[in-house]
C-alpha cells in the first residue's frame, strides 16, 4: 500500500482546507483510513479516522465540529475538510491506513503505512 497526501498550504485564522490521501490498493473500501498530525516538538497526534466496513467515523476532541473526514471508494481516496482552522492547527498532517479496524483507532502505532506529511500552516 502506497499514500500519496496533498493540499496542504497557508491559510489564515478562520479559514478552510482540504486535504486529500490517494491510496494504492485494490481493497481500499474495506480499509480504514486516518488522519494524524505532528506540530514542531511534539508527538504525531490522532485527528480523524474512517472505518472501512461500517463507515462510522472518529476525530478527535480538538478538531470535533470543525474538520470532516470522508472518502471516495471508486477514487481510492480519503478527503480531510478542515474548516474555522486555527493557529494551533498548524502541522505536518499524515494519512495513514490499515487493513482492520483497531479500537485504538488514536493510537499511531496500530497504523501500518504512512504518507509524506503535507504542511498546513495558519497564521493568526
Known amino acids: 500500500v502506497q499514500l500519496q497526501a496533498s493540499g496542504g498550504g497557508w491559510v489564515q485564522a478562520g479559514g478552510s482546507l482540504r486535504l486529500s490521501c490517494a491510496a494504492s490498493?485494490?481493497?481500499?473500501?474495506?480499509?480504514?483510513m486516518g488522519w494524524f498530525r505532528q506540530a514542531p516538538g511534539k508527538e504525531r497526534e490522532f485527528v480523524a479516522v474512517?472505518?472501512?466496513?461500517?463507515?462510522?467515523?472518529y476525530y478527535a476532541d480538538s478538531v470535533k465540529g470543525r474538520f470532516t473526514i470522508s472518502r471516495d471508494n471508486a477514487k481510492n481516496t480519503v478527503y480531510l475538510q478542515m474548516s474555522s482552522l486555527k493557529p494551533e492547527d498548524t502541522a505536518v498532517y499524515y494519512c495513514?491506513?490499515?487493513?482492520?479496524?483497531?479500537?485504538?483507532?488514536?493510537?499511531?502505532?496500530?497504523?501500518?503505512?504512512w504518507g509524506q506529511g503535507t504542511q498546513v500552516t495558519v497564521s493568526s
Open positions: 490498493v485494490r481493497t481500499f473500501s474495506a480499509y480504514t
Open positions: 474512517a472505518r472501512g466496513s461500517s463507515g462510522m467515523k
Open positions: 495513514t491506513a490499515r487493513p482492520i479496524f483497531n479500537v485504538q483507532y488514536w493510537n499511531q502505532w496500530h497504523y501500518d503505512v
